[in-house]
């Protein structure tokens, strides 16, 4: 295989790592905070390295093929999660190496589990780097989503191929536009929320932060109360917003704007998503004021925001849902692995594999009555070819056998079993706060043993990109071909 573009394209993303780092750097510098001298050291070394892989790796005659863009998605999180780390290291945070990866692998996956306490004291610096972690990584699950997964046949991506064409040398460009076009979509909304949060009442420094943290539905806050910290209904209507925004389809955004007034509309994954957060707000509203003994418009907003911000892969609270009781805890347990659309920042599993999934043994069980029949599933009112279903069922497999696996290994390194349960399913889900004392809503998962950490960052790892990415590079086959 020819690695430069794999060196070539880590270092390129080195470099706008680098570049970002200068953001806080001009934030802390302002506010007279010391730590910016850390932000321009780490940029300036996170700068050398990009700079120098680029251009002992640039060369005209570049062919990008299927096996480059395995290794070039898979080693680009890790390799900026590294160099992500260093602000957190050597700021006045003083984290250890394994607290500083966990960071920022959760910032760049979207995930929001942090290790760090005491936001509301923290300097700016630190509170916008988190910001831009997931902000940049949000983006980034986009255009993979949209442009590389797509082409590599990950988990039945390869229903949303571009039809450009079946060689992925051609893809790659017309893959690119449209990238850049949902990057300009994603700015447009980024913009949008800061002007309503700080409408609704936020500080301008808070609603960037936020505005960013939300439509890449990462839910890093500038508070350990998280959006709670405000008690305003108007902030946690626009967070609402963005998070539902940031989990539909980017894609579909752009058709609509490009003149398909009904892209969202006729999507059978965003009805069918739009219908479990109703069916699931509804559950907890009755739960909480038939059992809970709330009232019932304070118990429709906090099942209507904390619902949303799970099943979104935000992880925001406004309250402890950990502490509504067994049913509550349940629904939002399992909402962590359901996800939202396909092409947007959202985490888990995803609710088009769960529609085919759904197709798939519909027409299983018309087969057993009408053994002779022909019964084809349908996703999008188009056939789903067998290769499709075949991609996610395995997918599907392995993502519940990697979830065991790390499950027992968590409690193998000393995490009881609900934590060990949820910590795994937040992590691979890229929720963000898990069940209980220690890594609920109102905890952090810095109690955790750094084994744990590591247990849990590769979660967050395997989750956000789709599993097979990852695993494939472990194969012998993978390496001969």
């Not at 007034?261 to 006729?266: D, E, M, S």
């Not at 418009?297 to 067994?326: E, I, K, M, P």
């Amino acid at each position: 295989m020819d690695f430069r573009p794999v060196v070539l394209v880590n270092g390129l993303l080195l470099v706008v790592l680098a570049v970002a780092m200068a953001i806080p750097a001009a934030v802390d510098l302002a506010s007279a905070n010391p730590d910016w001298i850390v932000f321009v050291m780490s940029g300036a070394v996170t700068l050398f390295v990009g700079v120098a892989m680029a251009l002992t790796s640039y060369s005209r005659d570049f062919r990008f093929t299927v096996r480059q863009g395995f290794v070039i998605t898979t080693s680009a999180w890790v390799v900026n999660a590294s160099f992500a780390a260093l602000p957190f290291m050597f700021s006045e945070l003083r984290m250890t190496f394994t607290d500083g990866f966990f960071e920022a692998m959760s910032g760049l996956t979207t995930t929001g589990a942090t290790v760090i306490t005491g936001l509301d004291k923290l300097p700016p610096g630190i509170l916008l780097w988190r910001g831009l972690l997931q902000w940049i990584g949000g983006i980034g699950i986009i255009v993979m989503a949209i442009a590389i997964l797509p082409i590599l046949r990950v988990g039945g991506m390869q229903l949303f191929r571009m039809e450009s064409s079946d060689r992925s040398e051609k893809a790659f460009p017309r893959a690119a536009q449209v990238a850049s076009a949902i990057g300009t979509i994603y700015l447009g909304m980024t913009v949008f929320l800061i002007l309503a949060f700080w409408g609704a009442g936020m500080r301008p420094f808070e609603a960037v932060v936020h505005a960013m943290t939300t439509i890449s539905t990462g839910g890093f806050s500038t508070s350990d109360s998280s959006i709670g910290v405000f008690d305003s209904p108007w902030i946690d209507g626009v967070v609402m917003l963005g998070m539902l925004s940031g989990s539909l389809p980017f894609i579909l955004f752009l058709k609509t704007l490009r003149g398909d007034r009904k892209a969202l509309v006729r999507d059978s994954q965003v009805r069918a998503y739009l219908g479990l957060v109703v069916l699931a707000v509804t559950a907890v509203t009755g739960w909480l004021w038939l059992h809970g003994g709330m009232e019932l418009l304070q118990a429709v907003r906090f099942a209507s925001f904390n619902v949303v911000s799970v099943v979104s892969g935000t992880g925001y609270a406004t309250t402890d849902f950990g502490l509504w009781g067994s049913f509550a805890t349940a629904v939002l347990f399992f909402l962590m692995f359901a996800g939202g659309c396909t092409g947007s920042a959202s985490g888990g599993i995803k609710m088009y594999r769960l529609l085919i999934l759904y197709a798939a043994a519909r027409t299983q069980i018309h087969y057993l009555f009408q053994p002779h029949g022909v019964f084809i599933p349908y996703f999008n009112r188009r056939p789903v070819p067998d290769e499709v279903i075949t991609s996610v069922l395995a997918f599907f497999y392995i993502y519940m056998l990697v979830f065991a696996l790390l499950t027992v290994a968590c409690t193998a390194a000393g995490l009881d079993v609900i934590t060990a349960l949820s910590g795994v399913a937040t992590a691979m889900g890229n929720v963000g706060p898990g069940f209980g004392t220690v890594i609920g809503p109102a905890g952090t998962f810095q109690p955790l043993p750094d084994a744990a950490k590591w247990l849990l960052a590769l979660g967050m790892f395997l989750g956000r990109l789709e599993l097979f990415t990852i695993i494939v590079l472990f194969s012998r086959a993978f390496w001969r071909a």
